[in-house]
Antibody, heavy 118, light 108 residues
Framework: EGQLLESGGSLVRPGGSLRLSCAAS????????MNWVRQAPGKGLEWVSM???????YYTDSVEGRFTISRDNSMNTLFLEMNSLRVEDTALYYC????????????WGQGTLVTVSS | SYVLTQAHSVSAAPGQTARITCGGN??????VHWYQQKPGQAPVMVIY???DRPSGIPERFSGSNSDNTATLTISRVEAGDEADYYC???????????FGGGTKLTVL
């Protein structure tokens, strides 16, 4: 089983921007579908975005147009560019290997915390 | 969009059997996956494709899926099984994954 290590989370003002990274190891990253899943404090899991191994991208409605997922296969790294951040984007953001449908999320990183507050 | 419904909480005494259900329209036609999340930890897949168990997951964990309900069954419950459990499927109309709201398992 591989490993995923997220970074980049921090405190940011509403309307601000942030870039999250997820460093992957122990599996063939380049042909793997990768995802961002978030969890607001005390709440359940919410899928945010996916990029397939063929660079197709998908977003949940609430982040469409504000967030951009990308990957650098030479660095085995997944990114999430987050713009126009809102208070409701506050969450622990997990990187997870999985999909596309109907495949499960095989394994997850430990998460990076994004706090949007004035 | 597709909705998965889970009970907020379930409890079981050590050694007993815990059953955690997940409801959805015609759920039996989809592949259901289950994740365990212990406090302060990342989710871990415990069942995939309705009833398959990843390596390293105890045989005490099993799953089934029929009609409108999928069930995660934990036999001989242990204190270490106390966690939140989430079911997940893919919404074929949006091609997006969907999670249930999660069920907290309390070991009495």
């Amino acid at each position: 089983e591989g490993q995923l290590l997220e970074s980049g989370g921090s405190l940011v003002r509403p309307g601000g921007s942030l870039r999250l990274s997820c460093a992957a190891s122990g599996f063939t990253f380049s042909n793997s579908a990768m995802n961002w899943v978030r969890q607001a404090p005390g709440k359940g899991l919410e899928w945010v975005s996916m990029m397939t191994g063929t660079y197709n991208t998908y977003y949940t409605d609430s982040v469409e147009g504000r967030f951009t997922i990308s990957r650098d296969n030479s660095m085995n790294t997944l990114f999430l560019e987050m713009n126009s951040l809102r208070v409701e984007d506050t969450a622990l953001y997990y990187c997870a290997k999985g999909g596309p449908q109907p495949r499960p999320f095989d394994f997850w990183g430990q998460g990076t915390l994004v706090t949007v507050s004035s | 969009s597709y909705v998965l419904t889970q009970a907020h909480s379930v409890s079981a005494a050590p050694g007993q059997t815990a059953r955690i259900t997940c409801g959805g329209n015609n759920l039996g036609s989809k592949n259901v996956h289950w994740y365990q999340q212990k406090p302060g930890q990342a989710p871990v897949m415990v069942i995939y494709d309705d009833s398959d168990r990843p390596s390293g997951i105890p045989e005490r964990f099993s799953g089934s899926n029929s009609d409108n309900t999928a069930t995660l069954t934990i036999s001989r419950v242990e204190a270490g099984d106390e966690a939140d459990y989430y079911c997940q499927v893919w919404d074929s109309s949006t091609t997006h994954p969907v999670f249930g709201g999660g069920t907290k398992l309390t070991v009495l």
